[in-house]
């Protein structure tokens, strides 16, 4: 398989490298990925995410250093990222030097508390053996309507180029929760009207702002559902492992299996950037 051109399929635009939080280098990242005829660009954690690329000119200093390196250059930004550094940053336009910029979902705050993603992904990826929320008692309206806006105001201040690993917890599919996929990760959560609704409002969004919705590998999100609302509503996909080790770089297998189930024609997945 060739790691030329602009092979949408080949692709794996999010993974991590010790620049932030994974335990290989982008060069040996990339060389894996290279034998598994893939190409990479880095998207380490910025901002609240990662002190060591917080401030304009760390931030700047890291594109330039993965530049030289022959390798695309992105950032993963929490959505709704409440710090004066991401005020900074997002005022500066600093993200205009990345080649693109992954808006996740991470944590969003209600007045329960923050509602913190990781502990749904993690278990889908098989890092706990059971999963709990972290808020009881969630306002799930409260929970929709504080991310609709969160991410509004992100994609109207940063030049995203994708949603990264969006997911319905199942406390959140239907008033009381779906109990049988919040036991078992192999299934997916069943969105209810409402749940629905806002599933189409994130899309909607997205296609508004020309922003993929990311198939990713690492917790095997988004569930089945979303992709077939986004396809019917015409948005644009990404692969990406969400590697944080090296036996994981260039595994793109979930994004590949579902642009197959679901018939996803190779110009709704977002070719990549240019080789430098």
């Not at 034998?35 to 380490?44: A, C, Y």
């Not at 330039?64 to 022959?70: E, F, K, R, Y």
Request: glycine content about 8%; proline content about 7%; charged content about 20%.
């Amino acid at each position: 398989m060739s790691t030329t051109g602009t092979d949408p399929l080949v692709f794996d635009w999010h993974l991590h490298t010790t620049a932030s939080d994974g335990r290989a280098t982008a060069l040996e990242m990339a060389a894996m990925a290279h034998s598994l005829g893939r190409r990479i660009g880095t998207s380490e954690h910025v901002l609240m995410d990662n002190a060591r690329l917080r401030t304009v000119a760390q931030l700047r200093g890291h594109v330039q250093s993965v530049h030289d390196l022959g390798l695309p250059v992105g950032a993963e930004i929490s959505v709704g990222d409440p710090t004066e550094a991401a005020r900074v940053a997002c005022d500066s336009g600093v993200f205009t030097n990345f080649d693109y910029v992954i808006a996740s979902l991470h944590q969003v705050d209600v007045p329960q508390g923050r509602i913190q993603s990781d502990r749904y992904l993690n278990w889908r990826y098989g890092l706990f053996p059971r999963y709990v929320p972290n808020v009881a008692d969630l306002e799930r309206q409260a929970y929709f309507d504080t991310w609709l806006a969160a991410l509004e105001d992100t994609l109207r201040r940063v030049p995203v180029t994708i949603l990264g690993h969006f997911a319905l917890a199942p406390e959140l599919a239907r008033p009381g929760g779906d109990i049988a996929s919040a036991t078992d990760p192999g299934l997916d959560p069943i969105p209810d009207a409402e749940a629905g609704a806002w599933l189409d409002a994130t899309i909607d969004l997205c296609i508004a702002h020309n922003v993929a919705i990311e198939l990713n590998a690492k917790s095997r999100v988004p569930h089945a559902d979303f992709i077939v609302r986004a396809m019917r509503r015409g948005a644009r996909f990404t692969l990406g492992s969400d590697a944080h080790s090296l036996d994981r770089s260039g595994d793109i297998a979930f994004g590949l299996a579902m642009a197959r189930a679901h018939a996803i024609p190779s110009e709704h997945i977002l070719p990549p950037p240019p080789t430098r």
